[in-house]
């Protein structure tokens, strides 16, 4: 009998090299993110839908993007942003909520972003970019993924099936390895990259439910002329709407849920062995 591979940590240089290698190679990465964990690829259209038959999504299903904290705001087309929303609340607001932890941003595409990971709304091509948090070891990694691929971004999911193939009302993030591994037993390269100490990782987010991140919106601001701008909550997810609200104040912004953020994303439970 085989003996079984050794895991693969995120905090571990040499396991990072190997996973980022095979990312590149056209892999598919499990990897430990913030408090949870993402599935992470190579950003070309045959991958992106490849990952999406592998959860049940649609193959075309728009994806979102993640990167080095530092390649965030060239992410972005800022000269689509709304003349009603100063640049510099919103660039403060963002090194404010990535520098705390996971979070994600939706606002206006940067050009050279292909249109599988792109999408239009009120009339704005927008993108999405995901990312752990400024202390999050998963960095090293993304920075290591994105030197293997000679590209600036990433594509990033969540780790989970989805509800449409399960029939299940929510299909919440992975935060066990064990049951994530489980998930995806069917998709012969999955490569895992853990947390050595996944209750660590949870304790290192106390303000933070173990799902998806909070997502906020700044292409369109809401309200006519209304002051300060407001902002939208386009899901309610690990972060709370009055913690996101409350880093927003201080720089002369409003924070609304919008339309589709009505109920905050359940964290998921684990039964049996698999955890």
Same mark, same amino acid.
């Given at each position: 009998?085989?003996? +079984?591979? +050794? +895991?693969?940590?995120?905090?571990? *240089?040499?396991?990072?090299?190997?996973?980022?290698?095979?990312?590149? &190679? @056209?892999?598919? $990465?499990?990897?430990?993110?913030a408090n949870f964990y993402v599935i992470v690829t190579r950003p070309d259209a045959d991958t992106v839908g490849r990952v999406n038959l592998a959860k049940g999504r649609p193959v075309h299903q728009v994806g979102s993007i993640t990167t080095v904290i530092g390649r965030i705001p060239g992410m972005f087309d800022w000269t689509r942003i709304s003349p009603r929303?100063?640049?510099?609340? /919103?660039?403060?607001?963002?090194?404010?909520?990535? &520098?705390?932890? *996971?979070?994600?941003?939706?606002?206006?595409?940067?050009?050279?972003? #292909?249109? =599988?990971?792109?999408? $239009?709304?009120?009339?704005?091509?927008?993108?999405?970019?995901?990312? #752990?948090?400024?202390?999050?070891?998963?960095?090293?990694?993304?920075?290591?993924?994105?030197?293997?691929?000679?590209?600036?971004?990433?594509?990033?999911?969540?780790?989970?099936?989805?509800?449409?193939?399960? &029939?299940?009302? !929510?299909?919440?993030?992975?935060?066990? /390895?064990?049951?994530?591994?489980?998930?995806?037993? =069917?998709?012969?390269?999955? /490569?895992?990259?853990?947390?050595?100490?996944?209750?660590?990782?949870?304790?290192?987010? #106390?303000?933070?439910?173990?799902?998806?991140?909070?997502?906020?919106?700044?292409?369109?601001? !809401? @309200?006519?002329?209304?002051?300060? *701008?407001?902002?939208?909550?386009?899901?309610?997810?690990?972060?709370?709407?009055?913690?996101?609200?409350?880093?927003?104040?201080?720089?002369?912004?409003?924070?609304?849920?919008?339309?589709?953020?009505?109920?905050?994303?359940?964290?998921?439970?684990?039964?049996?062995?698999?955890?």
């Amino acid at each position: 009998m085989d003996a +079984p591979t +050794p +895991p693969l940590y995120i905090d571990r *240089p040499e396991d990072v090299a190997v996973a980022a290698r095979a990312l590149a &190679g @056209g892999a598919v $990465v499990a990897a430990a993110f913030a408090n949870f964990y993402v599935i992470v690829t190579r950003p070309d259209a045959d991958t992106v839908g490849r990952v999406n038959l592998a959860k049940g999504r649609p193959v075309h299903q728009v994806g979102s993007i993640t990167t080095v904290i530092g390649r965030i705001p060239g992410m972005f087309d800022w000269t689509r942003i709304s003349p009603r929303l100063p640049v510099g609340r /919103v660039r403060a607001l963002m090194d404010a909520l990535y &520098g705390a932890g *996971p979070f994600g941003f939706r606002g206006p595409a940067a050009e050279r972003l #292909p249109e =599988h990971l792109t999408q $239009v709304d009120r009339g704005v091509r927008t993108t999405q970019v995901i990312a #752990p948090g400024l202390t999050c070891p998963s960095n090293a990694f993304f920075e290591r993924a994105l030197a293997e691929t000679g590209s600036d971004h990433l594509y990033i999911t969540s780790a989970n099936r989805s509800r449409h193939h399960t &029939g299940a009302a !929510e299909e919440p993030a992975h935060w066990k /390895v064990g049951a994530l591994a489980a998930d995806f037993a =069917h998709v012969d390269d999955l /490569v895992v990259l853990a947390h050595r100490d996944e209750a660590a990782a949870r304790a290192a987010y #106390p303000g933070y439910l173990t799902t998806s991140v909070t997502l906020l919106s700044f292409h369109a601001p !809401e @309200g006519e002329l209304e002051e300060p *701008p407001v902002l939208s909550v386009d899901r309610h997810g690990s972060l709370h709407l009055d913690d996101v609200r409350r880093a927003a104040a201080p720089l002369g912004l409003q924070v609304r849920l919008g339309a589709t953020a009505g109920q905050r994303l359940q964290v998921r439970g684990y039964t049996g062995a698999l955890v």
